[in-house]
């Protein structure tokens, strides 16, 4: 049982350059979430999903686009990276069954230069 | 709508005093509250949470919570602090969206 599992853990991107941020999970979660989190600061949502084919935006999701086809995998895509986007990215997970109890990855480092 | 607010940015406290780390929550569902701490560099580990069942909800570490309902409030206390509680807590807040507070750094001197 894998939990949740983020890729890649560190990545160096150039400005312009775009990449997916991998989340998947093999709980069978319903909820999946991503956030980010700036240095010495809370975490951001940017996305949400409740359920396979469905998502909506969280708190900041400009620059941010996600889907969510099947009920493991919700990879966040980001387009044109700016250095703005440098920031640690948290993809979540949780079941209404499990206690609400809320699952994370451990994290993708992401720096545009 | 959802929100969460941490009354306090940074709190230092000397170690074997009482720690007391302020949550106020507003949601139009019923909701579900946790408390994380994050140490440097590290990931997000669940401290303890309500779900609406007993108001007063002990978690791990020795911290406790009480949810309040007619003070929006779900405050994140420990009787006793020690070294190893300095971190970063975090009260978080579900209704339809999981939304976090700004956080509060805890400081523990010796």
């Known amino acids: 049982n894998a939990g949740v599992t983020q890729t890649p853990k560190f990545r160096i991107l150039k400005i312009g350059q775009s990449m997916t941020l991998q989340c998947a999970q093999d709980m069978n979660h319903n909820y999946m979430y991503w956030y980010r989190q700036d240095p010495g600061m809370g975490l951001k949502l940017i996305y949400y999903?409740?359920?396979?084919?469905?998502?909506d935006k969280g708190e900041v999701p400009n620059g941010y686009n996600v889907s969510r086809s099947t009920t493991e995998d919700f990879p966040l895509r980001l387009e044109l990276a700016a250095p703005s986007q440098t920031s640690v990215y948290f993809c979540?997970?949780?079941?209404?069954?499990?206690?609400?109890?809320?699952?994370f990855g451990e994290g993708s480092w992401l720096t545009v230069v | 709508a959802q929100s969460v607010t941490q009354l306090d940015s940074h709190v230092s406290v000397s170690e074997g005093t009482p720690v007391l780390l302020r949550c106020n929550y507003s949601s139009s569902y019923s909701p579900s509250l946790f408390w994380y701490v994050q140490h440097p560099n590290k990931g997000l580990q669940l401290l303890l949470k309500?779900?609406?069942?007993?108001?007063l909800v002990k978690g791990i570490n020795g911290f406790e919570a009480e949810f309040k309902k007619s003070e929006t409030s779900f405050h994140l206390t420990k009787p006793s602090a020690h070294m190893s509680d300095a971190a970063e807590y975090f009260c978080v807040v579900k209704g339809g969206k999981l939304i976090f507070g700004q956080g509060t750094e805890l400081s523990v001197k010796p």
């Open positions: 309500y779900t609406s069942a007993a108001t």
């Open positions: 979540a997970t949780q079941s209404l069954a499990a206690g609400n109890t809320i699952y």
């Open positions: 999903s409740v359920g396979a084919g469905i998502t």
